[in-house]
């Protein structure tokens, strides 16, 4: 096992844990977006970043960050209350997220956030890119309006479901996630419609289509729920 | 018998310049007067003066000239190779022949480069005959892989590519590194504007990096490579691949290298043109054919690199100075250079200096020995203003930092790094929040898209900078920028957006003033932005010729032609400067500030 201080307190992991789940089984929440358990960890949305205080205050992702020896996490400093709520500023003026016209309202991640980070206001101008929504498929919807890039489809897709149809397209703010190299999601030759996509995603981009936003609440967990069911190699 | 040597620069910027056609222009000049057999041409890698191409020096008394164009062919063949008087017109300065009597070569010193221009890449003999492969050969016949790591560590070698992480330590990571096949990768993705030394080693010494490669490949246990070279680079990857073959035919590359069992096999892999592919991660995906998109380290590629093997990755720069060290040992490598940065490093002088191109200078040297003894200063009429050291993800340092010494250190104390080796030298024309706004473009634009700060945060800035340029911009936009700058630099994901800020940050430091000259009295100082500028006609000066009326694309300009002055309706005016240039009389004027 390996020993680690985080907040403080002196924690246990396995070899090969990361920070996140150390904290996780010691009860001590760390703010998440595109972490996903039953998926490899990505690393991207920088939700989840903390400090290291023996590596210089080094920021990590917890996610994405083995748990070393004598490691010294901090993970909720003035400097990173403060970080995290500028990361989610920018994220909720990339795109559309004008909660009262979304299918996820009251059950969205990124919304729940905004409220535990305490962001009231966004600072950024609005980017507003106006993408044209996804509708040719007949059991889902995707609108990349509200897309907050974290990948979590990209992954349930082709890590669990094995299809492969969702991939990233572009690059920088023009980025995109697409299905099946581009084209409606409704003409894909790939995706088996097994919804897990529509489950992994944290926010309204990827829904069900014909069900009402107060019904539409999603369940993640089922990526973890089938990973665990399955024999390990 | 041969009498005489003429090394031609065959360098890209020769041959974009006309090289091959100066070439054919000698190669006929000489058969006509009977010299084919008497004098030789040898088609070298980069000798520096980029500007100034098409170069070539001639052996054995070691005249250089510039700006050869084919039709001096037949005079340097006439008045020189027969009558042995050098073409006078054709020197860069009169009375100096040599390029050892000019400060430009003078005072360089060149070790990575000490090939470049000197010998024909596409000949291994050459390398060999230069002492190439010597290296080498003393590695896998008298060292342990641990006596080469010692020697590379002893020399204090740091990486080239930008970081300057301690090339011993890193290969000795590797080496320690549980797992049985590893792997050696150089990196050759050489993205930043203005930066092209890698390309002038890949094409000019060829060789060297290939041998550089193979010693790290038994330092560090490794016996398959890959050079990540980019696309864009089409004469460099044909002399690799030549290097490679040649390398192979003599044993010196492929299997039982020298017969002593050691194998080592390169191959190369084309970059599709991504800047983020230049950071180790985002590479080491694009070689396993996945998206060209970089990772959080830990792992670090010594640990968990390339299909998940512990990979040694390191810059075109650093593994051409390997050989150098083992031949003469790491004492006579870290004689040159400061404490902490040993050696030598390329750069590559661009913008408003006078010799542009390509330099190679110990460690230590000051900036304003860089820019104005080797670089020769700025052009004639201009003032210096600022140095861009470290391409997009450098710094810009003022005037009163000149005599700063060229070190890792030095440099990001003063809020730019080493990088590269991008030198770009700007004068008085420049507006620093334009520079700021230019380099930050680039970097939004080559963001990869994964992490939120990089993405959202470098476009976010950026329309900011927009709005100060567009005479938009508030004293509270200034805060917010410096705000974001911090945050896309400490919470990025890779290298590319933490460092991405720092041209704005270093602007911020030492030119604050433009910022505030753009904001508080709409005026870009230095006349470049458009939206904060006027043009004026001299009333005293105009002739009423029409010229501007006829060049101004928008009608803005009225006057009846003969009868001065004529005059600019600003509102229409779209500060295109069409009406300066076409004016014979310089009565036109540009002039900060709005009007109108």
Known sequence: MITLEIDGRTVQARPGQTILEAARAAGIRIPTLCYLEGLSPRGSCRLCLVEVANWNGKLVPACATPAEEGMRVVTGSQRLKELRRMVLELLFAERNHICSICVSNGHCELQDLACELGMDAVRFPYRFPGLSLDASHEKFVYDPNRCVLCGRCVRACSEVEGAMTWGFAGRGVNTLVEPDLGGPWGESETCTGCGKCVQACPVGALAERGVATAEQEKRPQVLAEVTERRPRV | ?596
């Open chain 2, 1 to 596: 018998m041969r009498r005489l040597e003429v090394l031609l620069c065959s360098g890209t910027a020769c041959l974009s310049s006309g090289a091959q056609e100066v070439k054919k222009a000698l190669l006929s000049s000489l058969a006509a007067h009977g010299l084919a057999e008497e004098v030789r041409i040898v088609e070298t890698g980069c000798m520096g003066p980029c500007e100034l191409g098409p170069v070539m020096l001639i052996y054995p008394e070691g005249t250089f000239y510039i700006k050869v164009r084919p039709q001096d062919a037949e005079e340097i063949v006439v008045e020189h190779f027969l009558k042995g008087r050098p073409v006078a017109r054709l020197l860069w300065r009169e009375g100096a022949p040599s390029p050892q009597e000019l400060p430009f070569f003078s005072r360089q010193r060149k070790v990575v480069l000490s090939n470049c221009g000197v010998i024909d890449p596409e000949r291994i003999e050459e390398y060999i005959a230069a002492g190439g492969y010597e290296a080498l050969g003393r590695a896998l016949t008298e060292m342990s892989p641990e006596e080469v790591i010692e020697e590379i560590k002893r020399s204090g070698l740091r990486g080239r590519g930008g970081a300057g992480f301690p090339t011993g330590t890193k290969w000795e990571l590797v080496r320690k590194a549980p797992g049985g096949e590893k792997y050696v990768i150089c990196n050759a993705d050489e993205g930043d504007p203005g930066a092209f030394m890698d390309r002038a080693i890949l094409e000019g010494d060829p060789h060297a990096v290939l041998e550089g490669m193979a010693i790290a490949a038994y330092a560090v246990g490794a016996k398959s490579g890959y050079i990540y070279v980019r696309a864009e680079y089409p004469l460099a990857i044909r002399r690799l691949e030549e290097a490679i073959s040649q390398a192979r035919k003599l044993g010196l590359l492929g299997e039982d290298i020298l017969e002593t069992g050691f194998s080592f096999n390169v191959e190369l892999r084309m970059g599709a043109g991504a800047f983020v592919c230049g950071e180790e991660t985002a590479l080491i995906a694009s070689i396993e054919g996945r998206r060209g998109e970089p990772r959080p380290r830990p792992p670090y590629p010594a640990q968990s690199g390339l299909w998940g093997k512990p990979t040694l990755i390191n810059n075109v720069e650093t593994f051409a100075n390997v050989r150098h060290i083992i031949q003469n040992g790491a004492d006579w490598f870290s004689a040159i250079g400061t404490e902490t940065s040993k050696g030598t490093k390329v750069f590559a002088l661009a913008g408003q200096v006078r010799n542009t191109g390509l330099v190679e200078v110990p460690m230590g040297i000051t900036l304003r020995e860089l820019i104005f003894d080797v670089g020769g200063g700025v052009p004639e009429g201009r003032k210096f203003k600022a140095v861009q050291i470290g391409g997009p993800s450098g710094g810009c340092l003022p005037e009163g930092l000149l005599d700063v010494p060229v070190d890792y250190e030095s440099l990001r104390g003063h809020g730019a790094i080493m990088g590269s080796g991008g030198v770009i030298v700007l004068d008085d024309s420049a507006c620093m929040v334009n520079v700021a706004k230019f380099f930050l473009e680039f970097t939004a634009e080559e963001s990869c898209g994964k992490c939120t700060p990089c993405r959202v945060g470098t476009q976010t800035m950026l329309s900011i900078l927009n709005r100060i340029t567009s005479g938009e911009g508030t004293e509270e936009d200034l805060q917010r920028l410096e705000e974001l700058a911090q945050l896309v630099k400490s919470a990025s994901l890779c290298g590319l957006g933490q460092t991405a800020p720092n041209p704005v940050l270093s602007t911020l430091r030492y030119f604050r003033d433009e910022y505030l000259a753009h904001i508080r009295e709409g005026a870009c100082p230095a006349g470049v932005c458009p939206a904060l500028i006027h043009y004026r006609i001299d009333p005293e000066l105009c002739r009423g010729c029409d010229a501007c009326r006829r060049a101004c694309p928008t009608g803005a300009i009225s006057g009846t032609p003969g009868s001065p002055p004529y005059r600019i309706d600003q509102s229409l005016c779209i500060r295109c400067g069409a009406c300066q240039a076409a004016c014979p009389f310089g009565a036109i004027e540009r002039l900060p500030g709005r009007k109108g």
